[in-house]
């Protein structure tokens, strides 16, 4: 059976909600570790401190202060997570074919091409690709600019 040839190039451009979504999803669910010792720290200071407040068990105040500043250090987390997404739009111009990725970034005009195989991981959402170059770079890719047969033509590459 042939492999049809793909060639779709569009122009994109990621904004702060996009670059907040790809931290949250970089950090909560491709690695889904985190989220889940993050939930059990979360359960287990409520816990603590329900019951300390509530004198149900003896709780000591050593452990019912750490429960509540994990929950402060969490939120502080959060906070960062948005401020940090924040910034101007950038727009990039990729091109999706059979070899792999390149894209061209208007901003500072550097072009990059990555071949499929070597790409460290690929993900994807309902909204977004997500092209990762390494542990830590990678390149956001809103779905919002594809109409569903692009879609489909990229997502057989993830």
């Known amino acids: 059976m042939e492999q049809k040839t793909m060639n779709v190039e569009k122009t994109v451009v990621v904004n702060t909600k996009d670059r907040r979504n790809a931290m949250i999803y970089n950090i909560f669910f ?12 979360i359960l287990f200071s409520i ?16 452990l019912m202060l750490m429960a509540g500043a994990f929950l402060f250090l969490l939120i502080g987390f ?3 997570i948005f401020v940090s997404s924040k910034g101007d739009s ?8 059979n ?4 894209t061209f970034a208007t901003y500072n005009s550097k072009e990059v ?10 993900g994807k959402t309902k909204n977004y690709f997500y092209f990762y170059l390494d542990a830590a770079q ?10 569903q047969d692009e879609i489909e033509a990229i997502s057989r590459y993830i």
């Open 138 to 147: 990678f390149i956001i890719v809103p779905k919002r600019y594809f109409d």
């Open 30 to 41: 491709r690695r889904k570790w985190v989220t889940c010792y993050v939930g059990i720290f």
């Open 90 to 97: 950038r727009e990039r111009e990729l091109v999706f074919d």
């Open 47 to 62: 816990a603590v401190l329900i019951t300390g407040f509530t004198h149900i068990l003896p709780i000591p105040k050593l």
């Open 113 to 122: 091409s990555y071949k499929w195989k070597d790409l460290f991981f690929t």
């Open 99 to 102: 070899q792999g990725l390149t």
């Open 78 to 80: 959060i906070i960062t």
